[in-house]
């Protein structure tokens, strides 16, 4: 088994959150002068894992400044509540969209729960706790704040999700991207070249909007981006056209779909295994269904909710 940490350039630790399966999904604690900000938080069961490195570190609970939550989707947010409940001295910096569902997550909860179920989600999430409002940070857009004396700045990015923003690292010229700049497991990896896609997650997906997200994080010209699914990638003006076009690709097949009534399913899994093997990718097919089932499903459930919005 893959180890649960990385320790990144810049005094960034990469953490695998363990949800779902090693390798999904990933948060970050940046560290200055002993002061921690946690980016993305996982589910309930990362919370012991962050407070081991905190202590592999030397450092504590007591040491966290800021829990930031790229968005509120409960793999990036999931376990808020319990990390605040941990880390006293935290606030919670969440987008303007977010912050409701993190002091009251009562209908996160509810449309989870729809999704997996009352015991899936207790078993891929856990429990998951509302934040005192007097700890959160309603963050605007170009919001900055310091970690110890690390410069971070928040930039709005809707198009994934209407509560997404990502976060900018002045030191490590870095964003924290979320979602907003696609998934790329490091499994499909070919000669250091990543395979991107952009998750169209139900139910706020909105291509237009996530085009311009992704121009707006390159005019800060960033040279790295780390993402939450999974890991830090380098050279981001590598894959902004390749994400443009498989935005544009996948809003293409949902409307192609909806006029013809073939299968959207049928369609995207073909768009994505031809892209993979444009890539180069020679894994065989049981374990890229292994590494890929999870995000095609919500793809293309993403995918025929935005469609019904079209209307
Ligand atoms: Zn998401």
Same mark, same amino acid.
């Given at each position: 088994m893959p180890s649960i940490t990385k320790q990144l350039k810049y005094n960034i630790t990469q953490v695998d959150? /363990?949800?779902? @399966?090693? /390798?999904l999904a990933a948060c970050y604690l940046l560290i200055d002068h002993d002061r921690v900000a946690i980016i993305d938080t996982g589910v309930e069961h990362t919370v012991p894992r962050i407070q081991q490195v905190l202590k592999e570190q030397g450092l504590s609970d007591d040491n966290v400044d800021y829990v930031v939550p790229t968005h509120v989707h409960l793999d990036h947010a999931g376990g808020a509540g319990k990390l605040m409940a941990v880390c006293q001295n935290a606030q919670l910096v969440i987008h303007p969209f977010g912050s409701r569902h993190m002091i009251d997550p009562s209908k996160l909860i509810a449309g989870a729960q729809a999704v997996y179920g009352v015991q899936g989600l207790r078993d891929s999430v856990g429990e998951i706790f509302p934040v005192d409002a007097e700890r959160v940070i309603v963050a605007e857009d170009l919001f900055r704040f310091t970690v110890g004396t690390r410069e971070l700045q928040i930039v709005d990015t809707p198009g994934?999700? @209407?509560h997404h923003f990502c976060v900018w690292d002045e030191m490590s010229k870095g964003f924290f991207t979320g979602d907003t700049f696609g998934i790329a497991y490091p499994e499909l990896d070919v000669e250091e070249r990543s395979f991107i896609f952009p998750p169209s997650t139900p139910v706020q997906f909105d291509p237009t909007a996530w085009l311009a997200s992704i121009d707006r994080l390159m005019a800060w010209h960033p040279e790295r981006m780390y993402l939450t699914h999974f890991g830090q990638l380098d050279n981001p003006v590598l894959y902004m056209n390749t994400l443009h076009r498989m935005i544009d690709d996948l809003a293409s097949l949902a409307l192609e779909s909806a006029h013809s009534g073939d299968s959207l399913g049928a369609a995207v899994e073909q768009y994505i295994l031809q892209k993979l093997s444009e890539h180069g990718c020679q894994l065989d097919e049981e374990r890229v269904k292994q590494l890929l089932d999870l995000d095609l499903d919500i793809i293309v459930q993403g995918l025929k909710v935005w469609i019904s919005r079209q209307n």
């Open positions: 959150t /363990g949800y779902l @399966r090693p /390798g994934h999700a @209407r």
